[in-house]
């Protein structure tokens, strides 16, 4: 048998550590173990003599070497209590091995099985307008004219400032970018959207509304994008720019408009959604933005709206008023919540559609606290979300059965939620405070 | 945050003081790091500690060091390529590729081991700085500092493009070097290849294929150059797949396609004996190809090609069917057609890649000179009666087909589609008649093809005379089982009850009949009217045939077949044995022109002559005598005496037919106009004989002025009205 011929000795920081090249080859080409074992460096020389014996010294804390060895020994990572997260961060930032760490942090996202990871304190002053969850863990949280962005390790980056203008909505085109819509200001030709860099807040550029060719300013409302690099957002001009505008995410032109029909609501949608399978975007403009609800799939490449539901000229009660609507292409539906997360359904594939309300939970009324916010819905993976007062339900099913209820004690009524990265970030409107749910990571035993 | 609360820990800052405040710690780190990049670039790296190193830039990245580390970096490297630089200039000759080579690898190298040290840098200084990380870095500094310095830049342009013209020249050169060097430009940024070698490497290409192609074209013939042409551009190919970017392949191929053809292509297509016409004559299929495939990728290069193919075509057409020897034997007339479309079917299928715009310009050729000459849909028609005739005999089934489709293509290409079927059917009735069809199946199957091409109507009248064929077979059953016993002794009948209008009707002076037959004709005629009623029978003497037993002087026994109108004749002699031309007419009152015909058959074909005329002579007069030849002697039993008829119609009768057609295309004028208008109510002239003429055009091509007469004619009769404002406007009346 004798000596393996690929075992390495560190010494971190006056400790021994004795593992395999094998094993720093799971830390990839792009990490410091990846470079000292290139070729280049000739680190192996002599190896079936003095290799093992040799020890590469490396001045760092020996701890976290540990914790970090183990994970690319294992694919896992754990975190004794007494070593802060922060400093393994920057350890795995010096090694190479962030990715690693925060692939390995948490695990794949179900809603059954979410447990408070954090809480995030004295960020969003004032009523918070919308959280964000970013593409690989990272968040944004907008209120005022103010745009915070969060990394994976909720490291604060340079704030977005919007120039005192109120930000309307914010979604993450990339790891990089967020595109925040804003209000226009009368007088100045501002509002509008554009893209800003998530690592220090810069604008790389704007999106422009033009109306016979003439630039126009606008106020940019809701935002969704799809497969093809497109960008839709609600406009409101101040003349005849009322729809939605579709722009190129890439170059940043516009490249479509989908005027406003008479007697129906699109440039002040509160919502857009982007259907993959369908080749539709749903839009929905709700109450209490507008006196009624309009809900339609709008098909770009003929400009038509090829599916519509509104509540004009029915008796509408409280418990008939929809305050927030999401389209399930799986089974062909649009799902709406009233103001007692009352869940109902509409079938996409039929025009005139009533909705089916299941009503769970007339307990609510009465209830109610004394700054309510109203329900806000989400999708992922055939799990159904829902925010009521301080809490988050999750339905799953094909009858969409409550499965599991989030509740933080702190922070009072939840604004807003988003899900994205394997997480799920909820801002409270009580309180200033936003929260973070994870999945743990699984476990091979 | 939470350090804020925590601010009585004065320890820690008095430790973080003393480590940045250290002016000489900064540069102390530096030092190593640059020691470390020049002896990297010297070869010289096994003494260096990767860790230290790695460390040491990280610290300096933390310590907020990092822009001195940076421009450390870019200065140091910059002086290492400037020193490179030097080296590659010295070189002589052809060593200059070479060292330029073995530089680049080795700064690709150091490169690598850089950024390894810099790692750290890599990842958080430099994109929160929007600076240009490493790799790029050193790209673009051995771009700006080796490849663009003054005394390298032209001299490797120049070495490149020398060494492409001595491969273009038949030398062999070091390919792998020269793909090592482009893939270094191509590595610098698409820019740096194609304003450093693809632009000028384009434009020296193309003075080179520019003089290149004028020297080729003086000395060579067509075939010729287009082979090297050809030859040119697959070296280009293989050239740019073995060390050229592959986007250039799109341009380098254009500016050989652009100088070797498009700007010569007139030139090469009228060369005189070995031009496209020539090629055509000679059926030069593989010149052809290479002629399209080349020609396919320059702009015009294809219609260029198609127009003088069309003027070639239509010109040999036009003078095939005007020329008046052809037009003598209307089979060999047909087949010269169908080998000429044989001929350029073959060559746009094999060198023309079945483009179809070719057969586009092949057919409309075809059309245009098919209708030059009037009679071509009578000679198609006595083509295929040629063929039905006896042409088929041992023929098989598929090439009847063959055969039949190269006529229905013929077919298509007819402008006046009525005058073929007038002759069609005046062929058929005859064949029929006659009994003269070889094949039934052929037949039928010519009809079903007329009638998929024209419609139930073009072929109804066709298919009618079939009918009446099959019903007389069954009608002449019908008669002989009622009048079997009593005919037993007489000549046999046989009719054949033709339905008036599908046949082609001749004025119909009936002649008179030997006694012998009339009896058995009124018999028939009673039986026929006897089992059909509200039906009239008129005789078609003009049309039938008779087998005729005689007996000549020398008791030799023949049997004459002969026509209706011999019959007669022949069947006098029976009384007489010498009978004046006019005494024949009076008793026959058979029209003169048929009886001269008749006779001259009958007396003045030699070895058919069964009659003796006195005077001798080949024509017949009017006061000619005639008595039975009793030295008549043949070798067969059975004797077939033919009438003397013009294959082709003679003058006036073409006159005749050709006035049928007009006749019979007015009704349909007049009905396509009806029907436009029915649906139209208002047009004006212009259009309404632009419709009628679009409309009647599968079957003729309609003339304005008769479009006009008819359109008048149906003002006349209160169809259509003129508009009393704008006196160009019809109006239908309901």
């Known amino acids: 048998m004798g000596v393996q011929k690929d075992r390495v000795?560190?010494?971190?920081?006056?400790?021994?550590?004795?593992?395999?090249?094998t094993t720093l080859a799971n830390a990839g080409r792009n990490s410091l173990f990846g470079a000292m074992f290139d070729e280049?460096?000739?680190?192996?020389s002599n190896p079936a003599t003095t290799a093992a014996a040799t020890e590469h010294f490396i001045d760092r804390n020996p701890d976290c070497f540990s914790i970090l060895l183990?994970?690319?020994r294992t694919g896992e990572l754990h975190i004794p209590t007494n070593i802060?997260?922060?400093?393994?961060?920057?350890?795995?930032?010096?090694?190479?091995?962030?990715?690693?760490?925060?692939?390995?942090?948490?695990?794949?996202?179900?809603?059954?099985?979410?447990?408070?990871?954090?809480?995030?304190?004295?960020?969003?002053?004032?009523?918070?307008?919308?959280?964000?969850?970013?593409?690989?863990?990272?968040?944004?949280?907008?209120?005022?004219?103010?745009?915070?962005?969060?990394?994976?390790?909720?490291?604060?980056?340079?704030?977005?400032?919007?120039?005192?203008?109120?930000?309307?909505?914010?979604?993450?085109?990339?790891?990089?970018?967020?595109?925040?819509?804003?209000?226009?200001?009368?007088?100045?030709?501002?509002?509008?959207?554009?893209?800003?860099?998530?690592?220090?807040?810069?604008?790389?550029?704007?999106?422009?509304?033009?109306?016979?060719?003439?630039?126009?300013?606008?106020?940019?409302?809701?935002?969704?994008?799809?497969?093809?690099?497109?960008?839709?957002s609600s406009c409101k001009g101040r003349s005849n720019e009322y729809g939605i505008g579709v722009w190129d995410q890439v170059t940043g032109n516009q490249v479509d408009f989908f005027y406003e029909p008479p007697g129906?609501?699109?440039?002040?949608?509160?919502?857009?959604?982007?259907?993959?399978?369908?080749?539709?975007?749903?839009?929905?403009?709700?109450?209490?933005?507008?006196d009624n609800c309009y809900i339609g799939l709008l098909d770009f490449r003929d400009k038509s709206m090829v599916w519509s539901w509104s509540d004009i000229g029915a008796r509408i009660t409280d418990e008939r008023r929809v305050r927030d609507a999401i389209a399930m292409e799986e089974t062909n539906s649009i799902c709406v919540v009233n103001e007692y997360e009352d869940l109902g359904f509409m079938d996409l594939r039929r025009a005139g559609s009533i909705v089916r309300w299941s009503s769970r939970s007339r307990l609510m009324k009465g209830k109610m606290p004394d700054e309510p916010c109203y329900p806000k819905l989400a999708l992922h993976e055939g799990q159904l979300f829902s925010s009521m007062n301080d809490s988050v339900s999750v339905f799953a099913g094909p009858d969409w059965v409550l499965t599991s209820r989030l509740r933080n004690s702190y922070g009072g009524s939840i604004c807003d939620f988003s899900i994205g990265g394997d997480r799920l970030f909820a801002l409270h409107s009580d309180e200033n405070v936003f929260d973070i749910w994870e999945t743990r990571a699984h476990s091979i035993v | 945050m939470s350090s804020g609360h925590k601010k009585r820990n004065f320890q820690i800052e008095a430790f973080k003081h003393k480590v940045v405040v250290d002016p000489k710690y900064a540069e102390k780190t530096w030092k190593i790091l640059d020691h470390a990049?020049?002896?990297?670039?010297?070869?010289?790296?096994?003494?260096?500690?990767?860790?230290?190193?790695?460390?040491?830039?990280?610290?300096?990245?933390?310590?907020?060091?990092?822009?001195?580390?940076?421009?450390?970096?870019?200065?140091?490297?910059?002086?290492?390529?400037?020193?490179?630089?030097?080296?590659?200039?010295?070189?002589?000759g052809g060593l200059f590729l070479e060292e330029l080579n073995t530089k680049w690898s080795d700064h690709n190298k150091a490169l690598q081991m850089i950024r390894d040290i810099l790692m750290y840098m890599d990842r958080t200084f430099i994109p929160s700085t929007h600076k240009t990380p490493v790799h790029e870095l050193g790209l673009n500094l051995w771009r700006d500092n080796v490849i663009h310095s003054d005394k390298i830049q032209t001299r490797l342009l120049n070495t490149l493009l020398e060494l492409i013209l001595r491969e273009r020249m038949g030398e062999v050169i070091n390919r792998g070097l020269m793909r090592n060097i482009i893939k270094m430009l191509m590595d610098l940024g698409p820019s740096v290849y194609q304003d450093d070698f693809e632009k000028p490497f384009l434009e020296v290409s193309a003075d080179f294929y520019r003089a290149e192609s004028q020297e080729f074209i003086e000395c060579s013939d067509c075939g010729d150059y287009l082979k090297k042409a050809e030859r040119r551009l697959n070296e280009e190919i293989e050239r740019v797949s073995h060390y050229l970017d592959a986007k250039s392949e799109a341009k380098i191929t254009n500016v050989v396609e652009k100088e070797m053809v498009a700007n010569h292509m007139l030139r090469l297509v009228?060369?005189?004996?070995?031009?496209?016409?020539?090629?055509?004559?000679?059926?030069?299929?593989?010149?052809?190809?290479?002629?399209?495939?080349?020609?396919?990728?320059?702009?015009?290069?294809?219609?260029?090609?198609?127009?003088?193919?069309?003027?070639?075509?239509?010109?040999?057409?036009?003078?095939?069917?005007?020329?008046?020897?052809?037009?003598?034997?209307?089979?060999?007339?047909?087949?010269?057609?169908?080998?000429?479309?044989?001929?350029?079917?073959?060559?746009?299928?094999?060198?023309?890649?079945n483009d179809k715009t070719f057969q586009n310009a092949l057919s409309s050729s075809f059309e245009y000179f098919i209708n030059l000459n009037p009679r071509s849909p009578e000679y198609i028609s006595l083509f295929v009666d040629d063929k039905l005739r006896k042409g088929l005999k041992g023929v098989k089934e598929e090439d009847i087909e063959i055969m039949l489709d190269k006529v229905m293509m013929l077919f298509r290409y007819l402008q006046e589609k009525d005058v073929f079927e007038k002759y069609y059917k005046q062929h058929l009735a005859k064949r029929l008649l006659s009994g003269k069809t070889v094949s039934d199946d052929a037949e039928r199957s010519l009809i079903v093809k007329l009638k998929t091409e024209c419609g139930y109507q073009f072929t109804s009248k066709l298919e009618g005379m079939f009918t009446d064929m099959k019903t007389s077979q069954d009608t002449m059953q019908g008669f002989y089982s009622a009048h079997g016993g009593d005919l037993a002794s007489g000549p046999t009948l046989v009719v054949q009850v033709l339905t008036t209008g599908s046949w082609p009707t001749q004025s119909s002076i009936s002649c008179n009949l030997p006694s012998e037959l009339l009896t058995l004709c009124e018999k028939f005629r009673s039986y026929y009217l006897g089992t059909h009623t509200g039906r009239r029978l008129s005789w078609q003497t003009n049309m039938g045939t008779a087998d005729l037993r005689a007996t000549f002087g020398n008791g030799q026994k023949y049997e004459l077949n002969v026509s209706t109108y011999q019959m007669c004749v022949l069947m006098l002699f029976n009384n007489s044995d010498c009978l004046s031309y006019r005494e024949i007419e009076q008793a026959t009152e058979i029209i003169s022109s048929d009886l001269k015909r008749c006779l001259q058959s009958l007396a003045c074909v030699k070895g058919k002559n069964v009659l003796r005329k006195e005077p001798m002579s080949k024509e017949i007069g009017e006061d000619d005598v005639f008595s039975v030849n009793d030295k008549f002697t043949s070798k067969l039993r059975k004797v077939k005496i033919g009438t003397v008829v013009a294959q082709k119609e003679s003058e006036p009768e073409k006159q005749e037919t050709r006035q049928r057609v007009e006749e019979d295309r007015k009704p349909q004028i007049e009905a396509a106009v009806v029907r436009i208008m029915k649906s139209r109510r208002v047009l004006d002239h212009n259009n309404i004989i632009a419709e009628v003429t679009k409309q009647l055009q599968p079957r003729f091509l309609a003339n304005p002025s008769e479009i006009k007469k008819r359109i008048e004619s149906l003002i006349e009769r209160d169809f259509l009205e003129r508009d009393n404002v704008d006196r160009r406007l019809y109006r239908y009346l309901a």
Request: hydrophobic share 35%; glycine share 8%.
């Open chain 1, 9 to 21: 000795k560190f010494n971190v920081g006056g400790r021994i550590f004795e593992t395999t090249a």
């Open chain 1, 40 to 44: 280049n460096w000739n680190l192996q």
């Open chain 1, 70 to 72: 183990d994970l690319l």
């Open chain 1, 84 to 232: 802060p997260e922060k400093l393994l961060y920057k350890e795995a930032l010096f090694y190479g091995l962030s990715d690693h760490v925060r692939t390995a942090r948490w695990g794949p996202f179900d809603g059954n099985r979410l447990h408070l990871a954090r809480s995030v304190h004295g960020r969003a002053p004032g009523d918070g307008t919308a959280i964000r969850a970013g593409p690989d863990g990272g968040c944004c949280v907008a209120h005022g004219s103010m745009v915070h962005v969060y990394d994976w390790t909720l490291e604060e980056h340079p704030p977005i400032n919007l120039d005192y203008q109120r930000v309307n909505d914010a979604i993450w085109v990339d790891s990089d970018n967020i595109v925040i819509s804003a209000c226009e200001r009368l007088g100045r030709d501002e509002g509008g959207m554009g893209l800003f860099s998530t690592s220090n807040g810069e604008l790389r550029y704007k999106f422009h509304v033009a109306h016979e060719n003439q630039a126009k300013s606008y106020t940019g409302g809701a935002l969704s994008f799809n497969q093809d690099y497109k960008l839709f």
């Open chain 1, 264 to 290: 129906w609501s699109l440039g002040e949608a509160d919502k857009l959604q982007w259907l993959h399978g369908t080749n539709c975007l749903l839009v929905a403009t709700l109450f209490p933005r507008k």
């Open chain 2, 37 to 92: 990049i020049h002896e990297i670039y010297n070869h010289n790296a096994s003494g260096l500690s990767f860790e230290e190193l790695y460390r040491n830039a990280y610290n300096m990245v933390l310590h907020k060091f990092g822009e001195k580390l940076y421009s450390g970096l870019v200065s140091t490297m910059t002086l290492h390529l400037q020193t490179m630089s030097k080296s590659i200039e010295s070189a002589h």
């Open chain 2, 270 to 353: 009228h060369m005189d004996n070995s031009g496209l016409v020539k090629m055509l004559l000679d059926d030069k299929l593989e010149d052809l190809g290479r002629m399209y495939t080349l020609f396919k990728r320059v702009p015009i290069g294809l219609p260029t090609i198609r127009d003088v193919l069309t003027s070639h075509i239509r010109n040999t057409g036009k003078q095939l069917v005007t020329d008046p020897e052809k037009s003598k034997n209307p089979v060999e007339f047909v087949e010269a057609l169908l080998d000429k479309k044989d001929k350029y079917d073959k060559i746009i299928a094999s060198s023309f890649s």
